[in-house]
């Protein structure tokens, strides 16, 4: 295969690229079908023998596969850090975290203002961690020498609601669209990391300064994947665990999809196609799925850019 699928004409994802559902492997189905119901809160599109998908309206966010058969992840595993929920308004992302306190407030984490973001942070049932947050304006970000500022400041829960929590929010939290923003992984080396996500998959490094991680993103989002080695520094391959099962990655077109199947390829990745979708692994065997809109599952809206930030 010669080098020209390399050159910068496409070597990099569409600007359209967006995140979709991520899989979980779990263990009590039931269980964790009350928390992302109850108190994120989501609602259950679609529910088929073993696994049920959670989204709001049609669209999937997060597919929950029951596997009681599989041992929990070590915490220094490499796999899932967070998957971030975007939401539309700051009286959504509020609705959200009202949710979360009054039906599982021991989930909450912690919150931060990120410059970019709002963000507030739990744990699920089995320890998946969720970021809900809520974008600023792009207007609003700043890049410095194409690195977008970002921080962790100081987000005052409480003064959150208050200044954002409505009555009616109170009484029906599931307000307008929500959708995956990210999805951040445990790794076990960020160089590794920017060759795989960056090199060969085709996003573009939009923080690569923070100490212990990567931030990636297309079409000049802060960030469609992050991948930290906080907790997993040196850690290798995954075993079989609960957790982490897929990442949908969703591309506007299927050429877009052929684009990326010869790039990986090129660094001999193994990849399963089926012709709709395309499966393959990161160096530490974090599954990614790459689709488009038509392919996820029981989809019928997808807003696409129109509803990115």
């Given amino acids: 295969m010669t080098d020209n699928v390399l050159t910068p004409k496409n070597a990099r994802l569409a600007a359209e690229t967006e995140m979709g559902a991520v899989t979980l492997k779990v263990a009590d189905l039931d269980n964790m ?21 959670i989204g709001r309206g049609q669209r999937p966010l997060v597919i929950l596969e029951h596997s009681p058969e599989l041992q929990h992840a070590s915490p220094r595993a490499a796999g899932l850090f ?12 509020a609705a959200a975290v009202y949710a979360v306190a009054k039906y599982a407030p021991n989930s909450f984490t912690g919150s931060s203002d990120h410059l970019v973001s709002k ?3 739990f744990n699920d049932p089995e320890g998946n961690g969720i970021e809900l947050y809520w974008d ?8 410095v020498h194409g690195q977008v500022e970002m921080d962790s400041l100081f987000l005052d829960p409480n003064q959150y609601l208050k200044d954002y929590m409505t009555e009616e929010a109170m009484q029906d939290p599931v307000i307008g669209d929500a959708m995956i923003g990210h999805v951040h992984l445990q790794v076990g ?14 996003f573009e490094a939009t923080k690569a300064n923070f100490p212990g991680a990567l931030f990636v993103s297309a079409g000049g989002y802060h960030h469609h994947m992050a991948m930290n080695v906080w907790n997993s520094r040196g850690s290798g391959r ?22 990326i199947a010869e790039r990986v390829k090129h660094y001999g990745v193994q990849v ?8 393959f692994e990161d160096p530490w065997a974090n599954v ?12 019928v809206f997808y807003g696409a850019t129109k509803n990115r930030p």
């Fill in 33 to 53: 079908i009350r928390y992302y119901t109850q108190a994120l809160p989501l609602e259950v599109t679609a529910q088929q023998g073993s696994s049920a998908i």
């Fill in 82 to 93: 967070h998957t971030a929920i975007l939401f539309e308004t700051e009286t959504a992302l």
């Fill in 119 to 121: 963000a507030f942070y």
């Fill in 136 to 143: 600023r304006d792009r207007s609003e970000w700043s890049w």
């Fill in 189 to 202: 080396d960020i160089e590794s990391a920017q060759k795989f996500y960056v090199d060969w998959l085709g």
């Fill in 238 to 259: 995954r075993d079989k665990t609960l957790g982490l099962g897929e990442v949908d990655i969703v591309l506007p077109t299927k050429d877009e999809i052929g684009e």
């Fill in 272 to 279: 399963a196609d089926d012709g709709q979708t395309l499966s």
């Fill in 288 to 299: 990614l799925r790459i689709q488009t809109a038509e392919a996820q599952p029981f989809t």
